[in-house]
């Protein structure tokens, strides 16, 4: 597991020791990953963090065009392996979560636990305010290598 701020790391160890996830992957609503679980290789953490965030991003402007609440989170079933994909408040901002689970535990399970995560990540969260976001140094680098993953060029 890999967390770029400390306070992250207690809720999510908990999450995964309890929900049996195969992958987690936390990140701001704009992408930027805050912790990870599971990945091999950090291509793949960049290029599902701009899924997913695109993917919440998508959803969230459907549910305002059809006049409806926020979906707060969606699930993938498949044969071998579900997801997760849930936008949430902290009091750093709106994050989302991405996790991925086979059959050895249950979506309810892992809901469960998610929504635990998400109440200890409020109260570990520090109070102070959050500084402005700075790009990294290979920002372009890293979005060009994931610009060529996901479209192959």
């Known amino acids: 597991m890999r967390a770029l701020e400390p306070w992250v790391e207690r809720p999510l160890q908990s999450f995964l020791a309890e929900s049996a996830a195969r992958l987690t992957l936390l990140m701001t609503a704009s992408g930027q990953v805050v912790a990870q679980h599971g990945f091999s290789r950090s291509l793949d953490v960049m290029t599902a963090a701009a899924l997913g965030a695109g993917i919440v991003a998508s959803t969230e402007e459907l549910a305002r065009l059809m006049g409806g609440a926020r979906f ?75 610009l060529k993953a996901l479209f192959g060029r």
Do not use: K, Y
């Open 72 to 146: 707060e989170a969606l699930v993938h079933h498949g044969a071998h392996q579900s997801c997760l994909l849930s936008a949430f408040a902290t009091p750093r901002g709106r994050w989302i979560g991405l996790v991925v689970f086979g059959p050895e535990t249950s979506v309810g399970i892992v809901q469960l636990f998610f929504e635990r995560m998400v109440g200890d990540l409020g109260a570990a969260a520090p109070r102070e305010p959050v500084a402005a976001p700075a790009l990294a140094e290979d920002f372009e680098h890293e979005l060009n290598a994931s």
